[in-house]
């Protein structure tokens, strides 16, 4: 199983995208986070494999939590 974390401060394009990726077939379990906050609260919880990150996520920058992501990986080992 591939855990997917999508992040997007948008509800219907979250929605929408988590939509998108179910259909591609039942190997993913899909998480969306609506912020970088949620995002890193579900990553210490959680191993994540593949993440999409909305570049503009309101209050802060997707590009800020994907270097949050890396330094704080456990295996180093994470699709962007």
Do not use: C, H, P
């Not at 992040?7 to 259909?23: A, G, L, W």
């Amino acid at each position: 199983m591939i855990n997917v974390l999508i992040v997007e401060d948008d509800k219907t394009q979250r929605e929408t995208f988590i939509s998108m990726v179910k259909e591609l077939g039942n190997n993913y379990n899909i998480i969306g986070a609506e912020d970088a906050e949620s995002a890193l609260i579900i990553l210490a919880a959680s191993n994540i494999n593949l993440f999409f990150i909305d570049i503009n996520l309101g209050n802060s920058l997707g590009i800020d939590l994907a270097y949050k992501i890396r330094e704080n990986s456990k295996s180093g080992k994470s699709s962007f």
